[in-house]
């Protein structure tokens, strides 16, 4: 019903792309609100801050870059009509993002086991929730991932539309530079 | 779903779709359940805010009405109030000072937030972005029901929260830490405090979905001819609202996220050297400053404020220049003093925070940019008043809540000055003269501008009228009711009245206002009744109300007016009409209005 209603609009940029960058605004404040929060902490006193980041961050931001990658290369054959190559690199996506929220997890833990746990105001609470958001980001970034790969796999619909995949892959491609952000933040800050 | 069908009219796309479901068009037979509830027209969904607003409206003035009677009659007891509450909250037909709190904090929850924010921008950000700008939806029509259903759910979390146990939150509707953070610290910090985060969050969803779906219309989805400059002055407000909602609601939201956190997971953001009365213990956190979340907190708040003022400022705007039959005076100055505003609504949160321990320093600076509010507020006020300016003014009930506006905004803008100097703060923070202030200024003045909009669009929305005759008892009970509660509350506070105590009679200084506070009482009493009238005269009129005859009553020049009395979803039974002037050719070359579907003719005069 919507679509005849929307097809006679005259269109700058697509609407759900630009609804993502607002959108992508918003998370920004959102993270905005919280590092400027630990700046302002930071410079209380009684400020904990954290000895070290744990080198798994490091092998982690190495697969959300990969990610970035292959994003990207599923974009490219989507455009080029090249399905089961598209379908293949979506999946590894996922996978990917998957891997990257895993070692998240056992970065978190081996802070946890240098002793900072939540009790306190310091570095390492705010990483466990800073970097816990991204990685809350990064999960609907994988539902969206999955539900797109079923749309792919299912024979009924035939869509060549782009823009979907589009969409998606500036959304993941912004929560893997606000993850480099959030990085380079911490190493700065600690 | 909708999103995708979006594509259809998209240059780019080369589209084999093999889309079987997407063709019904316009015969589309409609359930009563996808057309009054699950809902994706944006009229309908402008209305489910606008009811369940209502609903919430009455909700919450009643709270204030008990918590009046709290104030005005602190030694009486009502027994009627222990049949109705029960015996823990209104023991002996007194209200019990937990449930003070809790009353205070509620009415100011729900009316800032899901009365004025959800109630006002999502109605006339969904009924009239799409019909002004010539669109025949939102740009996403699915993320828009979704707005509305989180705004629900958000409402169900919130009226469960008044039946838990230990009461709902009530801390106040700032909720600050570290009061909100300790469930030991009062019956209303527990379960009820948990389940207004809750609910609280699910509104921040709610309004950012909302949110980024108007901007996005607002700027992709509008019809041929309709550049940014011709938009009615209603559509620029709600944009500006929109933009200020998106970029504070998740800074709130993260102020949310660390409370919960030392709530729940023994975090200390907020918690430091803290001795609990009612258990005796002294809290292990340590390092936390209960600061900070007043900080992000304010963040949102103050752009909060600007969330509920600006689009009874945009609603305003229009319905005095089509009530004038004249242009709206200095139409660039309205849009440059919007975003003025705007942009100095992020700069000024401190405002809030004079007494806090602030360096004095920092805050001389946040004095002079909350004092530079005024100027772009008062620009508005001068157009709108020269708008009005030997106008041929019909006093239609829409025309005279818009003219009350100004009078509210006028009132209290000139307080906010003084609350704007820190030195006078020092005196009048957390007195009943902040009461007056933002009651006048945000409270009152925003609801004239809905209530303005709900007169002046309800024969678009429902195809009928509203009573003129309830409409102006409605109008001057309010207006004189108005004025007669908040403005003795200036009295109060300059004498340093506190806000939010339960009971003030200890003090000998403040007996003096003892028939004053009776008097506010009662009058509170008669405004919410007469709110009630209105009530009636809405629910009424939508079924039995006197019906539209032409498709354009007040002989207005935006599209809305365009389309047919009841319109179906798409707005428009044919092409979406060409834009060819801006809205407010009103009284031009001796004409009375000139619809902005109108080709500019050669022997036109210019503007
Ligand atoms: C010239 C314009 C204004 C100035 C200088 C101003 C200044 C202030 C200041 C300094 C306070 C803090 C008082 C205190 O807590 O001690 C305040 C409170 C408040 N103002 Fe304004 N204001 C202005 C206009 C407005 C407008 C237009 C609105 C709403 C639409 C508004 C809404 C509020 C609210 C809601 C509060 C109280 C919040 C609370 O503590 O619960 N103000 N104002
Ligand atoms: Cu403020």
Redesign the pocket.
Known sequence: METQIVMEQRKRIHPAKFTLWVGIGSIVMMFAGLTSAYIVKRSQPSWVSLNEIPRIFWYSTLVILASSVTMQMALRSFKQRERPQYRRLILITGLLGALFIMMQWFGFKAIWASGTTFAGAGAGQFLYIIAGLHALHVLAGIIALIIMSFRAFSTKRRNYNPVPVEVMSTYWHFVDILWLYLLVFFMMLT | MSNEATVHGHSEVTTHEVHHDDHHGHHHQDTFITKYIFSQDHKMIGKQFLITGIVWAIIGGLFSVLFRLQLGFPDQSFPILEDLLGSKWAAGGKIQPEFYYALVTMH?TVLVFFVLTAGLSGTFANLLIPLQIGARDMASPFMNMLSYWFFFLASIVMISSLFVQTGPASGG??SYPPLSALGDASEGSKAGMDLWLVSMALFVVSSLLGGLNYIATILNMRTKGMTMTRLPLTIWALFFTAVLGVLSFPVLFSGFILLLFDRHAGTSFYLSDIFLASTQKPLPNEGGSAILYQHLFWFL?HPE??I??LPAMGMASEILSTNSRKPIFGYMAMIASLFAICVLAFLVWA??M?VTGLNPFLGSFFVLL??L??VP?AIKVFNWLTTIWRGNIRFTPGMLFALGFISM?IS??LT??F??NSTL?IH???TMF?IA??HI??GV??FFGMFAGVYHWFPKMFGRYLNNTLAYIHFWITLVGAYLIFWPMHYEGLAGMPRRYLDVSGWVSFNQFDGLNRFISIVSIIVFAVQLLFVFNFFYSIFKGRRVKTPNPWGSNTLEWTTPINPGHGNWEGEIPEVHRWAYDYGKDGRDFIPQTEPVSATESKH
Do not use: E, P, R
């Open positions: 100011g509707w700032t708040g404020v600007y509920i003022l405002h809030h004079f909350t004092l509010i005024a507020s905004f209290g803008g906010g000055i609350l704007g703060d009048l923070h957390d902040v202030h933002f200024v945000m003045a925003s």
